[in-house]
């Protein structure tokens, strides 16, 4: 990642309740000891916390040879915890891949038809790594999408009102009235009844008569920008999404 948009993402997580250092105070790090169990049996690749926290109540999970059923008991380093009788694996380091999706390519973890998903895509990289993609784009869409085994970021991400700015070029045949535009650009009704924020949108003639619109979103609707078009009578020829947050793909 490029410094900037790194340390952008990141500012998305959880900040810091500590008060702010004095000038004259050394920094210090101070490693943490002890954990919550439903926290090391996350980051261990296991599961998420939530289904983490299933399997302590179920009675599936014991520390040190004896079954624990709070999901808050503090674990350390020396305490041994395993999951229906076998021991956890160590806590995986976090992992954060932008990657450019294909066409024709399913952004699940798994898909049930048995179709390419983006995971397939980098499992030889990276094996062992409880990856999963932060949001989706459809399988005929391409562009960015980010995998991560940071469930506490992905979520921050994806929650609605944080409202991540997303920027897409869709390729649309013909020419686009300023009418579709400034409908888009006012915030429109979709013919299910969902009611959209406004779109910023530019548009750019090609020498093909097609018209490129380069597309700002700021909503977690399913699939919106085809149901945008389709309703506007606008047909995509091929939708790009280039930048999520401050992250933009490159060459």
Known sequence: WRQAGREELLAWRRPSRRPPLSSAEPVQEIPSCERRLNKVIAEAGCCSRR??????FAGRVSVNGEVERQAGRRISLDDTV?????????????????????????????????????LSLVAREFPGVRLFPVGRLDYFSEGLILLTNDGRLAQRLMHPRHHLPKLYEVLVRNVVTQKALQTMRSGMRLAEGEELLPVEVTA???????????????????????????????TILRLKRIRLGPLELGD
Request: proline share 4%; charged share 25%; net charge positive.
């Open 51 to 56: 289904k983490a926290d299933e399997l302590i």
């Open 204 to 234: 750019r003639s090609t020498a093909s008569g097609c018209t490129l619109l380069r597309m700002v979103l700021r909503q977690g609707v399913n699939r919106q920008i085809r149901r945008m078009c389709r309703d506007l009578g606008l």
């Open 82 to 118: 395993c999951v229906d009788g076998k021991p956890l694996a160590r806590a995986q380091q976090m992992l954060y891949l932008m990657l450019h999706k294909p066409v024709q390519v399913v952004s699940t973890a798994a898909d049930p038809q048995g179709r390419q998903t983006v």
